[in-house]
Nanobody, 127 residues
Framework: QVQLVESGGGLVQPGGSLRLSCAAS????????IGWFRQAPGKEREGVSC????????YYADSVKGRFTISRDNAKNTVYLQMNILKPEDTAVYYC????????????????????WGQGTQVTVSS
């Protein structure tokens, strides 16, 4: 049974940091590209970042470049999203998703490209 479980969300002040984790089970981890998405109230789900199955290529939305860093620990079947210099507009439910095979700069942010999704973790940036 495929499972993606996000953790690490919470309430943080503007300028603060959080590290999200996405722990996976039930599929051959090394074959899968992992993406992070977020959905704010009243808005569509959007791609935040992605790391390919090899870990060699990463993608970021323009809104988070230079502030967020994605990484993966294949020994732990876990992907991390380090979020720094958080802003109120980063407030959303954050989801991780998995896709067998590679994704590219033209496709990593498309929801339909992913096979499996987690339940999400809430991130709230507020003073």
């Amino acid at each position: 049974q495929v499972q993606l479980v996000e953790s690490g969300g919470g309430l943080v002040q503007p300028g603060g940091s959080l590290r999200l984790s996405c722990a996976a089970s039930g599929f051959t981890w090394d074959y899968y590209t992992i993406g992070w998405f977020r959905q704010a109230p009243g808005k569509e789900r959007e791609g935040v970042s992605c790391i390919t199955n090899s870990g060699g290529i990463t993608y970021y939305a323009d809104s988070v470049k230079g502030r967020f860093t994605i990484s993966r620990d294949n020994a732990k079947n876990t992907v991390y999203l380090q979020m720094n210099i958080l802003k109120p507009e980063d407030t959303a439910v954050y989801y991780c998703a998995a896709r067998r095979g590679r994704l590219y700069s033209s496709s990593w942010y498309r929801i339909a490209e992913y096979d499996y999704w987690g339940q999400g973790t809430q991130v709230t940036v507020s003073s």
